[in-house]
């Protein structure tokens, strides 16, 4: 591709010399300096055009006749716009890099790298953002290995790309200090949402519309037993095991974050059965709102049902592959998730100390 503008020159000058003078393909040459200025620097760009005029030059001793100034000229005319077009393209091309580079960074704030296991846990996460150029999005998750057990946060800033990283950032960092000192989920829950609410009182959303997120909080005890679980306005995670796939929908509402002081702070724990070999999975609406090319969105349902008891990495493997051929690549929403699973005890090691490193990270 980058040899492109070259091979393009050659062609114009080999037909420009094979064929008859009244064809006049040397009047094509401009466009290979034009070609250039998409893909070349400034400077490669501007010797491409100089060649093209002294092969004009060239091919009208050859071919008296041929309106050689003319063509010329708009060779020189050309390769002036296509040297200060290339110069633009690279100016955008560095903005780009550093809008990434930032963009990097406020991945590495709001989801740090994570080990994938925690003892018996085995933890695997995905993350795909709507907004490509800035790869995040206002989908979030984070996991704390704590004396209550491993705690599983996952959740979604209303509004996508990077307006959403801050809110999403106080809301992961708030989880990272109260999921170490509260007790229960419900006050855990209460410090997110006092989060969310101080920062967006201190950032305020643009438009009418009230910024809020949904959240999905876990709690998996070390030594085994039934987890714990508080959904705030978040889809159901699914659970998959022999009996098939379960969607472990609340009993009752609790209120989404940011919104416990219009609607009361009332929340509400659910247990659940959770075996060593079962499957979880958690996931953002971003996964089952992907849509086909008719319209339809992901069946996320019933592909868990096809899906065999695997590793959390091959299940999000799985996963990745399907969404982005189930929508062809274009994603409406930022899509995260996060796959658990509890080894067999023939699997597990000895658990590391909450205060130890992770041996591993993603």
């Known amino acids: 591709m980058r040899l492109s503008p070259v091979v393009l020159t050659v062609v114009i000058a080999g037909l420009a010399y094979a064929t008859p003078p009244e064809l006049a393909f040397s009047r094509l040459l401009p466009a290979a300096p034009a070609l250039a200025a998409a893909m070349w620097p400034v400077l490669p760009t501007v010797l491409l055009g ?7 030059i060239g091919l009208s001793v050859v071919f008296p006749g041929l309106g050689t100034w003319w063509t010329a000229g708009g060779i020189i005319a050309v390769t002036v716009a296509a040297a200060y077009g290339s110069h633009v393209r690279l100016q955008r091309e560095r903005t780009l890099f550093q809008v990434r580079l930032v963009a990097d960074a406020a991945q590495q704030v709001v989801l740090s790298p994570m080990p994938r296991r925690f003892g018996n846990v085995e933890i695997e996460s995905l993350y795909l953002a709507a907004a490509a150029e800035a790869r995040i999005g206002g989908d979030f998750y984070e996991v704390a290995d704590t ?8 959740g979604d800033v209303r509004g996508k790309g990077l307006p959403a990283v801050g809110a999403a950032a106080a809301i992961v960092n708030s989880f990272r200090e109260a999921a170490y000192g509260e007790a229960d989920l419900v006050s855990v829950a209460r410090r997110l949402d006092a989060s969310s609410a101080r920062y967006n009182a201190a950032f305020p959303p643009e438009g009418p ?12 005890p070390h ?11 978040h889809p159901p995670p699914l659970l998959l095991n022999g009996g098939g796939v379960r969607a472990l929908d609340p009993t009752a509402p609790s209120p989404l974050l940011n919104l416990a002081e219009l609607i009361g702070d009332q929340y509400h724990i659910d ?5 060593p070999g079962d499957l979880l999975l958690l996931y953002t609406d971003g996964v089952t709102e992907a849509r086909a090319r008719d319209g339809g969105f992901f069946p996320l349902a019933a592909w868990m049902r096809r899906q065999r008891p695997a590793p959390p990495h091959e299940l999000l493997a799985a996963l990745h ?37 992770p041996p591993h990270s993603t």
Request: charged share 25%.
């Open 271 to 275: 247990t659940f059965d959770l075996v």
């Open 209 to 220: 519309m009230e910024r809020f997120a949904t959240a999905l909080l876990v709690e998996i």
């Open 50 to 56: 100089t060649a093209c005029l002294f092969l004009m």
């Open 223 to 233: 030594r085994g037993g039934r987890l714990a679980i508080l959904n705030c306005g």
């Open 147 to 154: 004396r209550y057990g491993v705690r599983l946060l996952i």
């Open 321 to 357: 592959r399907d969404l982005l051929r189930y929508s062809r690549g274009r994603l409406a929403d930022d899509i995260a998730a996060l796959a658990v699973r509890v080894r067999e005890p023939s699997e597990q090691q000895p658990r590391p100390s909450p205060k130890s490193p």
